[in-house]
């Protein structure tokens, strides 16, 4: 079985994420989407709620396969994951060239840090690829229709925390 993990802090998870998955499932039997409490970032979200969320949008909303997609949340190396899942390839997204350069280097320390796993970028599709989760944000806070960019659960949660 062809395992890969997608990594990332999906505060809140959006269409730009799920083309991501979407994809990924076209490639890959297993897709273990990754959440994560990076000390550096200010969630939204906590980590539960995080979890509730991509699990609802997938699951509730999308109607995705449950025995291809397993959502968990970690505080490891991404390639300690791979290591647990038996996962050879760490999926990236990617929206714009500015995403490209950090993107990049993160997959030359994982490289460096395991040889034996391949990061994978993919895009979303065109409409999706401005979609950001910061924008998703501030949108909602000054009261801004957000349903082109989320699930229904999503928008729910979002205006249920603002």
Known sequence: MRTAIYP???DPITFGHIDVIKKSLKVFDRII????DNV???YHFSID?????IKNSLF???KLNKNKIKIISFDTLTINLCKKYNATVIIRGLRAVSDFEYEFQLAGMNKKLNSKIETMFLMSDVENQIISSK????ITKLNG???KFVTKSTVKMLKNKF
């Open 49 to 53: 709620e995080r979890l509730s969320i």
């Open 40 to 42: 550096n970032k200010n």
């Open 60 to 62: 509730k909303d999308l």
């Open 33 to 36: 989407v990754a959440t994560t």
């Open 8 to 10: 990332g802090t999906f």
């Open 135 to 138: 924008f998703v944000k501030e």
């Open 145 to 147: 229709n957000i349903n």
